[in-house]
Nanobody, 125 residues
Framework: QLQLVESGGGLVQPGGSLRLSCAAS????????IGWFRQAPGKEREGVSC????????YYADSVKGRFTISRDNAKNTVYLQMNSLKPEDTAVYYC??????????????????WGQGTQVTVSS
């Protein structure tokens, strides 16, 4: 059974940093593009970043470019989202998701097949 589990969320002050983890079980992440998405209260889910399978090319939404970094550690079967210079508007539940095997990166949520349960990120003083 394919599962994704996010961790690393929490409460942080503006300007602070967090690193989110997306750990996979039941499959090898190497062959899957992984996306990070977020949903704030009352708002639609939005794509934040994604990383391609194997080669690992990346994409970032304009709102996080230069502040967030996505990476993967295939040995640990985990994808990370390093979030720096956090702003109150980054507050949301963050989800990771996997596309079908060998399909490339996208920040359109409807094309992803497997989702984690989400982790809360709150940026507040």
């Amino acid at each position: 059974q394919l599962q994704l589990v996010e961790s690393g969320g929490g409460l942080v002050q503006p300007g602070g940093s967090l690193r989110l983890s997306c750990a996979a079980s039941g499959f090898t992440l190497d062959y899957y593009a992984i996306g990070w998405f977020r949903q704030a209260p009352g708002k639609e889910r939005e794509g934040v970043s994604c990383i391609n399978f194997i080669g690992g090319s990346t994409y970032y939404a304009d709102s996080v470019k230069g502040r967030f970094t996505i990476s993967r550690d295939n040995a640990k079967n985990t994808v990370y989202l390093q979030m720096n210079s956090l702003k109150p508007e980054d507050t949301a539940v963050y989800y990771c998701a996997a596309r079908s095997k060998y399909i490339g990166c996208s920040i359109i949520d409807s094309v992803y097949n497997y989702w984690g349960q989400g982790t809360q990120v709150t940026v507040s003083s």
